[in-house]
């Protein structure tokens, strides 16, 4: 075993009479499955008194929950799991449910009947180590009568390794795609300082030196892309748009989450795409800017009548 972190689940009224409320107690030292779905949270650690709620429940972060009178912060709310009993229950460690118990008691209510510290917990996450099989451990807890073994499928661990895959991929992917397009331009330019070699070699007659010729051929190539690049980020953005009010919103309207990277992210991936096309641009066409200025200029100048 790698981690175990108990849980335990208790059905107590809520101060507003709506119903009970499902009150979960975790360790937040040891939890692995309730943490890493936290979508946002307040700037210090978990403390006494704070509790997580799912992420289908009213309270905004920073808000305060009412039980037995005793007022609990919402710490931090957690992503819409897909989990039904998750997305509706609050989170908290087991001394602040412990408390609540002791002012349960103080009301004459019994709803949590043994102390949250000593009784038994409803559920026992288990976390084994790499390498280790499930099977075994099944095996061996099947010999418990009073233990319910549920285990996951594995679907979750397949999805991560394809996510994986995929994302390995959609680096590969545009790699190769620059190195190809800056061949291709390598090409291009080669075929165009043949075309211009007599305006070229003129430039240099009059005194541009081979580096700045050089540069000067770059930098056209450059800004042609850039300009390019700009284009197709544009049309991007109205492709993303297109998509976000039309298959985005059928996701949104059946219950599905559906979230863009932030803004930021967003203008990052533009900027890097800009600079990217604009630096494999200027690249290819220096090679073949470079070899032609290093020719004579009579060389240059002959095939024009000079």
Not at 43 to 72: A, C, H, K, M
Not at 203 to 209: C, D, F, I, N, Q
Not at 260 to 285: E, K, N, T
Request: with cysteine; glycine share 12%.
């Amino acid at each position: 075993m790698e981690k175990i972190s108990p849980q335990r689940h208790f059905s107590i009224p809520s101060d507003e009479g709506h119903g009970e409320t499902d009150l979960i107690a975790f360790d937040p030292s040891t939890d692995f499955t309730l943490q890493p779905w936290i979508r946002e949270h307040l700037p210090r650690p978990f403390s006494q008194n704070d509790v997580l709620v799912g992420g289908r429940r009213p309270e905004p972060l920073g808000s305060t929950i009412n039980f037995f009178g005793q007022s609990l912060l919402v710490w931090g709310k957690l992503e819409r799991t897909g989990v039904g009993p998750t997305e509706r229950s609050v989170f908290a460690s087991f001394s602040t449910v412990n408390e609540l118990a002791h002012e349960a008691k103080s009301h004459g209510i019994q709803t949590f009947g043994t102390s949250s510290m000593t009784g038994a917990p409803s559920a026992l996450l288990l976390r084994l180590s790499p390498g280790a099989g499930a099977g075994h451990v099944r095996f061996a807890l099947s010999s418990v009568p009073e233990v319910q073994i549920i285990s996951g499928s594995g679907l979750g661990i397949q999805v991560r390794q394809s996510i994986r895959t995929i994302l390995a991929g959609s680096i590969a992917f545009p790699l190769v795609g620059l190195g190809m397009a800056g061949l291709l331009i390598m090409v291009v330019y080669a075929g165009i300082v043949a075309e211009r070699k007599a305006e070229l070699g003129l430039l240099l007659a009059m005194g541009l030196s081979r580096v700045g010729l050089s540069l000067w051929l770059s930098m056209e190539a450059a800004l042609c892309a850039f300009l390019g690049a700009l284009f197709g980020v544009l049309l991007g953005a109205i492709g993303l748009s297109v998509f976000v009010r039309t298959f985005g919103y059928l996701l949104t309207s059946r219950g599905i989450t559906f979230e863009l990277p932030s803004i930021s992210s967003q203008i990052f991936a533009a900027w890097l795409s800009l600079l990217l096309g604009s630096l494999v641009a200027g690249l290819g066409a220096l090679i073949p800017s470079w070899r032609l200025a290093g020719r004579e200029v009579y060389q240059l100048l002959r095939g024009s009548g000079e």
